[in-house]
């Protein structure tokens, strides 16, 4: 009865219907059918070098594992729940294409060494479409940075106007975060691409196989240097989801900032059309609903690492059925970052800048006032004294519903009595919004100077 299974020769009865719905992952792990297919035929091609296999063998055995390839593509191959999991239908459509040598194929091999292998195959090409995709973020972050190098806009901490930056500067900020994120998917890359296959089930086998040799075929970093790690090591699924939460997380925060800038009363930004959506009640509606929906999938691919974590934390060495449900969290994950990353690449392109809003919004927050403070210490006053009388000046403004660079010199005079210090002309020239960005140009500040090295070095990097 159980005969049906590729494990079946034990077993008197067959699986209950429910059981095999119950702990199939056919429903998911197809997604690696690809990476399934390549690592069998490297392992074939090692098993032919080794004397294992003949070389006719090994042959036929590819040339089988391409047509499943080729029927899975076209539609044709029809997955079926009793098999399991994406190994055992391919290896079970094999043997009905090949005949009895498709038996032979999992020779010094185990599910356990080759859903690993699949899987870390399967994030390795996952993190290499994320560092392109964070890239071309990246590259759209500093054109737009580019073509906005003279626009100002008031930098914020606590959410409140602060200084002013230009929002090249800003838009760099978003940039240099994506950069780390590319630097972290590059390591975590290499430790996942490392193959497991010739740990077999656990302890290693007795067929004299060569592990380099398929990791060689499959262009992997190298190999599993002890059977039980390699066959209950999730560790580079883990770092992926950290990688991937890390990411949204800095897409969130972009998307928060952006969601503020596209609200009416700040004006900053106009959302493309594409990257919109109106409400059905309110016809004056345009909602930012796109970046709403990247900030709350955010969390989503948080509760994912948290997923793996959990499962992980008791598991004793070393395969544990429990292990099958890694897949399911790492492609939920994979497909949120690469389409958030994609997406926010092209509603970045599509937006449109209110430099107008933005420099008028310099002149309603006081974000020259540190300018004010510093201006005072070049005339010797200690700047403690000079933040007290600045304080004085911005509530003297307040009170009249100016600026700062809205008083007299007789004001300024006024304010600084008995300090001994002469307010003159030049002070406006310091107020100037344009200058106290000008006058940032130390290394990774604001200042036009080095905002265009900060662009250099982006754009070196990238190539
Ligand atoms: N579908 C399984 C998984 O993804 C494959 C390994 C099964 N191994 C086993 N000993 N039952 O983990």
Known sequence: MAKEKPWGGRFKESTSKEVEAYTESISFDTKMYKQDIMGSKAHAAMLAEQGILTDDEAKTLCKGLDAVLEEIESGKLVWKQELEDVHMNIETRLTEIVGEVGKKLHTGRS?????????????????????????NLIKALADRAEENQGVLLPGCTHMQPAQPVSLAHHLLAYAWMFKRDVERIEQCEK??????????????????LNPQSVADQLDMYGIFKNSMDAVADRDYVLEALFAGSVIMMHLSRFCEELIWWAN?????????DAHSTGS??????????????MRGKTGRVYGNLMNLLTTLKGLPLTYNRDLQEDKIPFMDTDKTVQTSLSIMEDMLRGIRFRADRMEKALKAGFLNATEFA???????IPFREAHHITGRAV?????????????SLEDFN???????????????????????????????????VSVKKQLDELKNWLG
Request: net charge negative; proline share 4%; hydrophobic share 40%.
């Open 374 to 380: 510093d201006y005072l210490v070049t005339k010797g």
């Open 264 to 272: 009416p009363q700040f004006s900053f930004i106009y959302l493309s």
């Open 111 to 135: 599910r356990n060494d080759q859903c690993c292998l699949d899987l870390r195959l399967y994030t390795s090409d996952a993190l290499r479409n994320w560092a392109v995709l964070a890239k």
């Open 191 to 208: 430790r996942a691409r490392i193959s497991p296959l010739g740990a077999a089930a656990l302890a290693g086998t007795t067929y004299n």
């Open 414 to 448: 006024h304010l600084c009595d008995g300090h001994n210090v002469e307010i003159t002309d030049d002070v406006y020239v310091i107020l100037d919004y344009f200058t106290a960005v000008k006058r940032r140009n130390v290394s990774g500040g604001t200042g036009p």
């Open 395 to 407: 509530a003297f403004a307040e009170e009249r519903g100016l600026a700062l660079e809205d008083l």
């Open 280 to 293: 059905s009640i309110m016809p004056q509606k345009k909602n930012p609903d796109v970046a709403e929906i």
